[in-house]
């Protein structure tokens, strides 16, 4: 079946490095996302990558992936408040839906 | 460039009531998705139309209904509105094309069910 995981709960402090992980079991995804969400707010894409790389960066952003594991992360480096937030990842075969992980709250400490 | 709107931002129906939502889909896109967002959970795909049809479908009964007009925009309805329905429904846009079609979400409406 189509499930992805992500843990519940991030805390960082400012300017250090933050690490999202996510699993996934859909063997055939194509695509993989992340977005953001703001308290009340929908959501914002940040990055994607493709099943066929093994890494994507923008700006202070890095996505890794390891298709062999089926695990995805995303590395957010110098966080600021302001990347206090939910972080989702979602999948697709290239079909018609999304399907979204949990959420992971990130919480950065000043 | 306009992204995805949504209206109305905020509504509150009691059981058994029903419920329209609209969306503007961004411009250049053609294809509209929606998913339902309970407290706490993330998104879960209801449903997508394409070329005012719809294009697949999740795991949601037959009272949770849609259309897409000419213009690409959108309507979500559901009928005999239950308190479980309470939750934040999020439309998103797309250009369906080769590969894959990245969604952009709109603001939401958040729907209440007493």
């Known amino acids: 079946g189509e499930d992805v995981e992500q843990s519940l709960f991030l805390s960082v402090r400012e300017g250090d490095s933050s690490v999202i992980n996510c699993t996934y079991t859909?063997?055939?995804?194509?695509?993989l996302y992340w977005y953001k969400q703001e308290p009340g707010a929908g959501l914002q894409l940040l990055t994607y990558?493709?099943?066929?790389?093994d890494m994507k960066q923008d700006q202070r952003l890095t996505v890794l992936l390891n298709k062999k594991d089926k695990h995805l992360s995303l590395r957010i480096a110098d966080t600021q408040t302001g990347d206090s937030a939910i972080y989702f990842c979602a999948e697709t075969s290239g079909t018609y839906k999304y399907i979204f992980g949990t959420g992971t709250r990130l919480k950065v400490l000043a | 460039e306009t992204g995805v709107t949504q209206s109305p931002t905020h509504l509150i129906k009691t059981r058994g009531q029903q419920v329209t939502l609209r969306c503007s889909s961004q411009?250049?896109?053609?294809?509209v998705s929606w998913y339902q967002q309970a407290l706490g959970q993330g998104p879960q795909f209801i449903f997508q139309y394409y070329r005012e049809e719809e294009n697949g479908r999740g795991n949601f009964p037959p009272r949770f209904s849609g259309l897409q007009f000419p213009n690409y925009s959108s309507e979500l309805n559901v009928n005999a509105l239950e308190l479980d329905d309470s939750a934040l429904y999020l439309c998103?846009?797309?250009?369906?094309?080769?590969?894959?079609?990245?969604?952009?979400f709109g603001p939401g409406t958040r729907l209440t069910v007493l």
């Open positions: 411009s250049g896109h053609n294809t």
């Open positions: 990558i493709f099943s066929n790389m």
């Open positions: 859909d063997s055939s995804s194509t695509y």
């Open positions: 998103a846009s797309s250009l369906q094309q080769e590969g894959t079609d990245t969604q952009y």
